[in-house]
């Protein structure tokens, strides 16, 4: 799981510098596809998922998750979540950030900000003996201190040999309930975070989930394994392994 998980993280260092005015999320896609299979000889794992057709999830500016990387330019002011999902030696590592193009908007920029830290606030709460509500109660106050809203219809998930396995991370929630943690699981949390209100509604293509009111939307993700006296993040960039206190 660390292996996969640093190698998830290293597709998304290596994808910055390619969102640009006017680059394709289908043409980033492509330099993720080529990248995972022939540098790292790993497998994207979201490819013929369920039917999914990309390597890579690229939700643009009020999609929420699941876009299909398409034929759209990106432009100035655009942000947009890139979501990395490898299999490596049957394990899979599944990370994701926010992506500015050009010069970001005030709401937007606080957007992935708030999205950012309570992704943080959540995983500060893992450890043994923890509870999951405690997770989601941490981002949840978090968010909503900040009058934005939580996306209730999609979650973290266990995560290991399979992509989506028990238990489900919800990122609301009440302290002390919901499963408790041991030593061992590996987990994401990944908020996603409306700029208005939380409904969402799926698109005709099965895939594509935006706001129902078209709001902006933020999400990070991190896959994490729980410790006795903690937690071990396994999806770090290089940015924050080299900021030996882990502490965004
Ligand atoms: N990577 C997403 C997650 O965080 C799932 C994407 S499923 C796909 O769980 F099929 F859209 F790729
Ligand atoms: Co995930
Ligand atoms: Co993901």
Known sequence: MRVAGRLAADVLDMIGEHVQPGVTTDE??????????????????????????????????????????????????????IDVTIIKDGFHGDTSRMFFVGKPGVQA?????????????????????????????AIQK????????????????????????DPQVLHYGSRGTGLELKAGMTLTVEPMVNAGRPSVKLLPDGWTVVTKDHSLSAQWEHTVLVTEDGYEVLTLGAADRANASNVN
Not at 146 to 151: A, E, G, H
């Open 109 to 137: 920029q606080r957007l992935a900000q708030v999205a950012h830290d309570g992704m943080w606030l959540g995983i500060n709460e893992l450890a043994a003996g923890k509870h999951l509500g405690d997770v989601g109660a």
């Open 28 to 81: 980033l896609n492509s330099i993720c596809h080529k990248y995972i299979t022939e540098v790292q000889g790993a497998i994207p794992a979201p490819l013929n998922y369920r039917g999914f057709p990309k390597s890579v999830c690229t939700s643009v500016n009020h999609v929420v998750c699941h876009g299909i990387p398409g034929e759209r330019k990106l432009k100035s002011g655009d942000a947009l979540n």
């Open 142 to 165: 978090h968010v909503e201190k900040n009058r934005f809203s939580i996306v209730r219809e999609y979650c973290g998930h266990g995560i290991g040999r399979g992509f989506h396995e």
